[in-house]
Structure formats: C-alpha cells, structure tokens
C-alpha cells in the first residue's frame, strides 16, 4: 500500500479547506440572491394572479399609455420652478409649510373629515402635500411683484359681485386669480426658453 506523503496530505488538506471555502461561498451568495429575490420582489413583480406574475415593467408601460405625458409635462414643471428659485435664491422655510398646512388642516376639519383621510383619498401622503405646498409658495414669491392687489380692486369687486366675504377673504380670492393668470404665462415663457430634450414617446 503506497504511502502519501506529509506534503501530499498537506496539498490535499488545503485543497479540502479551498473546497469548503468555495462551496460556503457559493451557498452564501445563493442565498443572498433569494433573500434579495424575496424582499425586492416589488421590484420586478407587480402582482400575481393565481401564481402568474404581473411584471412590474408591464405596470409602468400601462401608466405611461394612460398618463405619461402629462406626468413628465408636470415633472418638466416642477424642475423649471425648482430651477428659477435657485437662480433667484428664493427658499421656502419648514415653518412656512407647516403653517399652510395648518391652514388646509382646519379647512378640512370644519368639513368633518381628517387630513390624512382626505390625502388617502388622493393617494397622496403628507409628503406629496408637503412638496405641493413647497412649489405654490415658491411661485407665489417668485411672482410675487405682479400679485399685488390693491383696496380699490377689492371695493370694486364687493360691488360688482355684492359679495358679503371679508375684504381679506376677497383679497386672497383675487389675488389667487391673478396669481393663476400670471403663472400661466410665466411658466409658458420659461418652458418656450428652455432646451428640453425628450428620450421617450407616448
């Protein structure tokens, strides 16, 4: 019977360890892999229906039919008024979207309703409120200078209308009026001067 060697058993040793080495390893990264299948599996599969998938891709490609454009036409926006505000160095405070917050919060309750059920309502989230809130105060500083209303336009407006509101709840609906007439224009200038390049069609 031939005798194997110490360097023989040695080399067969360490190759042993490499050997259980790799197949720790291999194991480790299977189940990495399925762990990472299961908890981000929202990221490819949508739904499944009696255990046929929905991929999350066919989902977005529905949405885009449906309302892509107008999506992106919006986002367009939003970065357009993200952009002015930074070259005219026009910032909105945390305090001054809590307070109109508060403001939409007591509206709704006189309603009877809570904030959080109107928002689910929307599918919106305090989130998307709070980012609503942030781009209306940001035009209304940035227009600002065209907005103003004066007493006489208020007076004359109670009368016309023979309104009973408050000269302040006149002023804000007036001025609410002037301000959507001024964005529309603004934002229709801004988007004429800008270089918008469009990688996908709807």
Known sequence: ????????????AGELVRTKKQQIITGGIIVLVLVLLYFGRG???AATVNGRP???????????KQGGNETLQSLITKE?????????????????INSEISKVEETI?????????????????????EDQIRTQLIVEKLLADKVSISDKEVEDYIKENK???SKDTVKNLLKQQKLMTEYQTWIQDLLAKAKV???VKF
């Open 1 to 12: 019977m031939a005798r194997i060697s110490k360097k023989e058993a040695a080399f067969s």
């Open 43 to 45: 990221l490819l599969i």
């Open 54 to 64: 929905i991929a999350r891709i066919s989902l977005i490609s529905e949405l885009e």
């Open 80 to 96: 357009l008024i993200k952009q002015e505000a930074s070259k005219n160095k026009v910032t909105v405070s945390k305090d001054e």
């Open 109 to 129: 309750k006189k309603q009877g309703q809570t904030l959080d059920t109107a928002l689910a309502a929307q599918g919106w989230s305090r989130t998307d409120l």
């Open 163 to 165: 309104s009973t509101e």
């Open 197 to 199: 390049n469009y990688f």
